[in-house]
């Protein structure tokens, strides 16, 4: 068996989920797939990449491990990701894969398969099996009338994996290293009119999955975060500069003198000139 079916785009443009190309293969040993990052093949550096083994078995690699897939366990792959795997050649496996796209799939997948290709195995493969078949059928004979079941048939196969799948590999913490990047990164622009969405582009997530995971990994958002690193930078000019008050708040990227003091006051508990004449070193 080697089954390609590409799907139109729907009409409805909102789907939370929607299959862009699927399909399967199975006694089809040379089945290999070195996909390099940020590939434009099938879209998939939009789309997601779902495959799940009914029979046989084959392989995964990433840049430090390689992983054997048996029946029951599958993979998922983010938008972006550099893709590795093939079919085993003696056993070659019997797999089913759909590439899909929808409106907040980060927020319904909890952040599965962005900074690594997500591992899961199922501890009961019938109802993942008949969603797989029911999708392909749809596809195989596919009329604009059937766009919402093919969407909903989606969706009920995301779901129960998200609910029954468990997790075979631990993930990298690269998210931390790209959360610092960014920190980093606002803190020395705080003083600019920096954005949320400049901020994630920085560590390569959309403002919503970043947003999570920022206040996830350092315990406030993204303006609290952005708020802290401008007052200190406005109580280092108090301290070491005689600058008016004005311009240390412009200087720190206050827009608003007013609402520099309501921050600083609600913060420190003092006013910017009471902490001037606390902690002044040009005096």
Known sequence: MQEHIFLPKPVFPRHI?????LGGYSEFPEHRVNR??????????RNYNLHIVLEGKGYLHTETKSY????????????????TYHSDSREPWNIRWVHFFGVHLEELLNGKGLDEPWLFGLSHLASIEALLEKLLHLGRAYQVDDEHSVAAALYELLTRLQSAATQMNVPANLSADKLRAAANYIRAHSHEPLTLEQAAAVAGYSPHHFSRKFSAAFGMSFPDFLLEARLLHAKRLLATT??????????????????????????EGLTPLEFRSLHSLTE
Do not use: H, I
């Open 17 to 21: 989920c929607f299959p862009d190309f």
């Open 36 to 45: 390099e990052y940020r590939t434009t093949e099938n879209n998939l550096d």
């Open 68 to 83: 054997e897939l048996t029946r029951g366990q599958g993979f998922l792959y983010g938008p972006g990701l550099r893709q």
């Open 242 to 267: 005689g600058l008016p008050v004005k311009t240390v708040a412009l200087e720190a990227g206050f827009s608003q003198t007013s609402y520099f003091g309501k921050c600083f006051r609600q913060r």
